[in-house]
T-cell receptor
Framework: GAVVSQHPSWVICKSGTSVKIECRSLDFQATTMFWYRQFPKQSLMLMATSNEGSKATYEQGVEKDKFLINHASLTLSTLTVTSAHPEDSSFYIC??????????????FGPGTRLTVL | RKEVEQDPGPFNVPEGATVAFNCTYSNSASQSFFWYRQDCRKEPKLLMSVYSSGNEDGRFTAQLNRASQYISLLIRDSKLSDSATYLCAVNKGTGGFKTIFGAGTRLFVKA
């Protein structure tokens, strides 16, 4: 099946630094990718929808200036957590939408990035 | 009210047991429904899509009740390896392809 990769798989940073997370669709083109955040024992919360070549659409309560999303190609979306603070420590998961040539429409998840801000 | 609600559990069952999970959703315009499985510290994996006619995949059966706005997952003959968190997910369809997840139900299958 389709594969989505994320890099890095985990990162530890100091408070105030910025962290970039990459999400790649490896064998299909994804015009739409999604970024989720999951705190311990909680569900995945959709942060934003990333559209190739246009601005991301953020969910209510998500600061677009803090969580910068860039979707410059059909296989890559990046999420940058700017001026990270300990409360940003979480599991960040991306997914990519494969609309396929055969008319299917499936969402594939990356393995996630665990961010710890000290 | 949350868009997608699940009983968090945990469900503790012996091997071989049958266990059922329910999930309710609030948006009547929702179009697609799914069950995902998530293991600890991993990403969710699609278990099965849920259709109005119901669908079965081995020991797993999913049902959708649009009138009552709930979906269910039945696991028969539970295995130790079924221990995980099961996430209900709903795609709104209209206004863009956007999947909303429930908080998940923890399942522990014991020998």
């Amino acid at each position: 099946g389709a594969v989505v990769s994320q890099h890095p798989s985990w990162v530890i940073c100091k408070s105030g630094t910025s962290v970039k997370i990459e999400c790649r669709s490896l064998d299909f083109q994804a015009t739409t990718m999604f970024w989720y955040r999951q705190f311990p024992k909680q569900s995945l919360m959709l942060m934003a929808t990333s559209n190739e070549g246009s601005k991301a659409t953020y969910e209510q309560g998500v600061e677009k200036d803090k969580f910068l999303i860039n979707h410059a190609s059909l296989t890559l979306s990046t999420l940058t957590v700017t001026s990270a603070h300990p409360e940003d420590s979480s599991f960040y998961i991306c997914s990519a939408r494969d609309q396929g040539l055969a008319g299917g429409d499936t969402q594939y998840f990356g393995p996630g990035t665990r961010l710890t801000v000290l | 009210r949350k868009e997608v609600e699940q009983d968090p559990g945990p469900f503790n069952v012996p091997e071989g047991a049958t266990v059922a999970f329910n999930c309710t959703y609030s948006n009547s315009a929702s179009q697609s429904f799914f069950w995902y499985r998530q293991d600890c510290r991993k990403e969710p994996k699609l278990l099965m899509s849920v259709y109005s006619s119901g669908n079965e995949d081995g020991r797993f059966t999913a049902q959708l009740n649009r009138a009552s706005q709930y979906i269910s997952l039945l696991i028969r003959d539970s295995k130790l390896s079924d221990s995980a968190t099961y996430l209900c997910a709903v795609n709104k369809g209209t206004g863009g392809f956007k999947t909303i997840f429930g908080a998940g139900t923890r399942l522990f299958v014991k020998a």
